[in-house]
């Protein structure tokens, strides 16, 4: 039993050691260096896939361990979790410690105050009662304690710089508050993405209701998509400039939108507008929307021989971020056909790329600027049976190659079309490619904590302004009554000095203040002794 | 906003003549380190002989008569530091002149973004020239420097440009100044970390680094010296990340989300902790702090280079 309470004494202390903080220090870095050395899950998951495929010995290993996901990691957890142990344990003896030390009475003033770092003496006409008095008036600000010795010298030890310590306690405290704040949004916030049409159309409006009405989510552990906060949006147009170079210059978008949690977007004298861009997010009932990037939707105006006209636009991705060069799937039912059998023979979907401003390679489709200055298409037209029946769900970007494969969808037709232009199937269908519209990738984000992360951050900073600024620093004075006593009055005064941190630069200061403290009275010798040595002996 | 291509062009001249200001300091101050070295040496020689040719070691020296001016290696010092600020008004001037051509702050790209960085450590470097006697050092910090700002003006090169939305925010201005004085700063501490090591290992062991070590002044002053730049460079540092926190914010999304840059700056941010941390812990002081201070400047770099051009994240700068 006792063994075990040494072992856990022991362990304790070597935790809370200095040099184990240092330890744990150099870990948590190296620690990290796998994040940016390695793809990260978080960051770009295709990239994790790529380097795995790459390496397909060492991959699956470093995916076991947790290399691709650092900062989820156990181990990474583990080392900053028995950092903040010995923080704790760490801090809360030494704030015990400060606290007894804000009590406490500045130190005796020691004998031979010659061997502190800091050293002058004069001899004064005043006596020993008035150089006190005078010290004393200077040393505003200090703590300071008076005392007399035994062979009636007077001496005043002084202390300044408490803040220092403070400093660092309130650092060390803030930095727990901080990884509390972090841990409470992992738990409490979420993230998630939804792309949203550009035209205003009213039933567009976009609502943040839950997990459903985004295209992407990423919940806090704590998080089951069934509160979120009410509020909607609506996009009612979107402006992109880009510079001649292809360098993105503006991104606006018109924004409308309410909250609250009865209305949920019915309320029709709620809305309010915000012009979204990418450094302002729109704030709202909490969560942050945020634009996140843009995209187009090609307007195809499909005309069946019996004359019925359907039209499609749904977004395109872009492929490349420069040119905006995208591609994507078109996908149409045939109207009026009401049986499945019949229907799944006669799914039409309008597939290729997009070009902003095309520009050809041959008869290559390829873009040559974001805007789009002279649209156009090169799209295949596939007819058949699309999948969609089928109950799985399948990307809006393309078609499912299977369907393909099996030969149950095939193609019909291939033609680069400008806007306006249209192609004409064997059946007699019309394509249109009719025209362009826009669509921008939004992000709302939810973050409870936050504003406790900010407020920690501002207090980590100001408490290590006062760790780093502030030097504490000790003086003492002894007003000894000269040996030859004539009766004048004449009175020995030593000051010493000694910086109790790291910093040097307690030499000017000293000087100063010394000088202040011996101009008492009238000097009898020149004030003498005056030096100074390395702060640190 | 309009390119004034005018600006652009004199920014341009005056960061080459600013480069070959440097260079020209940089050889004063070699030649203040030759000479010095020749001189210490004529002096030994002279006390070996004054004490009998016996010890080899510095003995007593005869006091050297009052010199009537200052001696040529402290006149070629005095030169390099004279061409030093000279050098650092031109860069400046090139940084000023990029901002008015392209009515922006100057650190838009990797090339404004390391030539700031590298001003930065100059001025940091004249700051330390006036309160610490590490003046013989000129040589071995501006050798970094150059080498950094020339990459930068060679090989990373960008036409002057306006800069894409995600960096249109006055958090640029104050995000990234306190990113480049910190960097800056932490790339001349760390130099003068790393000739601490060797001056520590000489004085330690005298045949160790004798030739570079009888350069360099005593290795309590480049302990010093090297702690004030890096403590002066530590909150700058701490204030940098979390203004980059608050901008990420209202640009990303999130305030942190491990971006290749974050992390680096996270690693930097921890290694300059553990420095702080190890001058206060027995046995850690003095030369194993100072490879923490030169961890810290690899970390540096590192986050400079490394970050910028091989790994892809949000903080890519456009048109490196
Ligand atoms: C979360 C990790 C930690 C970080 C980021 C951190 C950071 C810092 C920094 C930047 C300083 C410099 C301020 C100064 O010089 O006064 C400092 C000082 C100090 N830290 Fe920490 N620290 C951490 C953990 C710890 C732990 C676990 C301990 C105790 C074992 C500790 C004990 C101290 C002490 C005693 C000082 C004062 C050193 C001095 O007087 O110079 N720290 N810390």
Not at chain 1, 477 to 486: I, Q, Y
Request: with cysteine.
């Amino acid at each position: 039993m006792a063994g075990i309470l040494a072992l856990l004494r022991n362990t304790w202390r070597g935790l809370t050691a200095m040099r184990t903080a240092l330890v744990l220090l150099f870990l948590l870095a190296l620690a990290a260096l796998p994040g940016v050395l390695l793809p990260q899950y978080s960051l770009n998951s295709a990239k994790v896939e790529q380097y795995k495929a790459e390496h397909d010995v060492v991959g699956p290993w470093l995916d076991k361990l947790g290399f691709f996901n650092v900062f989820a990691a156990p181990w990474f957890a583990a080392i900053y979790l028995m950092l903040f142990v010995s923080l704790i344990g760490c801090l809360v003896p030494r704030t015990f410690e400060f606290a007894q030390q804000l009590r406490a009475e500045p130190t005796l003033t020691p004998r031979r105050l010659t061997r502190m770092p800091h050293y002058a003496r004069a001899e004064v006409d005043a006596d020993p009662d008035a150089v006190v008095a005078h010290a004393k008036e200077r040393l505003r600000g200090w703590r300071v304690a008076v005392r007399e010795e035994a062979d009636g010298a007077r001496t005043i030890s002084a202390e300044r710089g408490f803040l220092r310590e403070a400093g660092n306690l309130v650092f060390h405290f803030s930095m727990m508050l901080l990884l509390v704040g972090l841990a409470a949004g992992k738990l409490y916030g979420y993230e998630g993405q939804v792309i949203v049409r550009a035209d205003g159309s009213e039933n567009r409006q976009w609502c943040n209701s839950g997990l459903f009405a985004y295209d992407s989510f990423r919940p806090g552990l704590r998080v089951d998509g069934t509160e979120l906060s009410p509020f909607c949006v609506r996009v009612d147009g979107f402006q992109a400039k880009y510079l001649h170079t292809g360098q993105a210059d503006v991104f606006h978008a018109d924004l409308t939108y309410q909250d609250g949690a009865a209305s949920l977007g019915n309320d029709p004298d709620a809305w309010r507008k915000y012009g979204l861009e990418v450094n302002s997010p729109l704030r709202v009932n909490g969560d942050r929307v945020y634009l996140l990037g843009h995209g187009y939707a090609p307007r195809f105006v499909v005309t069946f021989p019996d004359g019925q006209q359907r039209t499609g636009a749904v977004q395109w991705k872009p492929m490349d971020t420069t040119t905006l060069l995208s591609e994507g799937a078109t996908k149409f039912d045939r109207p009026g056909v009401t049986d499945p059998e019949q229907r799944r023979k006669t799914q039409l979907a309008v597939t290729g790329l997009f070009a902003p401003t095309a520009g050809y390679d041959g008869t290559v489709l390829t873009s040559v600027f974001p805007m789009p200055n002279r649209p156009a298409v090169a799209v295949d037209v596939y007819v058949g049976d699309l999948g969609t029946d089928s109950g799985t769900p399948q990307s809006i970007f393309s078609i499912d190659r299977r369907m393909v494969d099996a030969g149950r969808l095939s193609k019909v037709a291939r033609k680069n079309l400008e806007l306006g232009q249209e192609l004409t199937l064997d059946d007699g269908t019309r394509i249109r490619f009719d025209g362009v519209e826009n669509w921008v990738s939004l992000q709302v984000s939810h973050d409870p904590a936050q504003e406790w992360v900010l407020v920690a951050a501002v207090l980590v900073l100001v408490g290590l302004g006062g760790s780093l600024l502030v030097k504490r620093r000790r003086l003492w004075l002894r007003a000894a009554p000269s040996g030859d006593a004539d009766g004048t009055g004449r009175t020995v005064v030593e000051v010493g000095g000694l910086a109790r941190t790291d910093q040097a630069g307690y030499g000017e200061e000293f000087t100063r203040l010394a000088g202040g403290l011996l101009a008492v009275g009238r000097p009898l010798a020149a004030p003498g002794g005056g030096r100074e040595r390395q702060d640190v002996p | 906003m309009p390119i004034n291509q005018t600006y652009a062009q004199y920014s341009d001249l005056s960061v080459v003549s600013a480069m070959a200001v440097y260079f020209l300091a940089l050889l004063l101050h070699a030649a203040e380190s030759a000479f010095g070295r020749q001189a210490l040496k004529r002096e030994a020689k002279l006390a070996a002989v004054a004490a009998g040719g016996g010890g080899t070691a510095v003995a007593e020296r005869p006091a050297p008569p009052p010199p009537r001016e200052r001696p040529l290696p402290e006149r070629l010092g005095r030169m390099g530091v004279a061409l030093t600020v000279l050098g650092a008004l031109l860069h400046l001037a090139s940084l000023v002149l990029r901002g008015l051509a392209t009515s922006r702050v100057p650190w838009g790209n990797m090339y404004e973004y390391i030539s700031a960085v590298c001003l930065a450590a100059v001025v940091a470097w004249l700051v330390m020239v006036r309160r610490h006697p590490v003046r013989q050092l000129g040589a071995f910090v501006l050798t970094p420097i150059g080498i950094m700002l020339f990459i930068a003006a060679k090989l990373l090169y960008a036409e002057a440009a306006p800069v894409v939305p995600a960096l249109r925010s006055y958090w640029i201005v104050i995000h990234v100044s306190a990113a480049v004085i910190a960097s800056g700063a932490f790339l001349v501490a760390g130099v003068i970390s790393l000739l601490y090591v060797v001056k520590a290992s000489n004085e330690a062991n005298p045949k160790r680094f004798a030739g570079l070590a009888a350069r360099l002044p005593e290795s309590a002053a480049l302990d010093k010296t090297a702690y004030r730049v890096s403590v002066f460079g530590f909150p700058l540092l701490t204030f940098g990340i979390i203004a980059g926190a608050v901008w990420a914010e209202s640009a990303w999304g999130r305030y942190w989300g491990w971006d290749p840059k974050e992390t680096v700056a996270f690693i930097s941010w921890v290694i300059y902790a553990a420095y702080l941390h190890s001058r206060a812990t027995a046995g850690w002081r003095g030369t194993r702090a100072a490879w923490v201070n030169v961890a810290g400047f690899a970390a540096t770099v590192f986050n400079l280079f490394f970050v910028n051009l091989v790994t892809t994240g949000l903080h890519s700068y456009a048109g490196v």
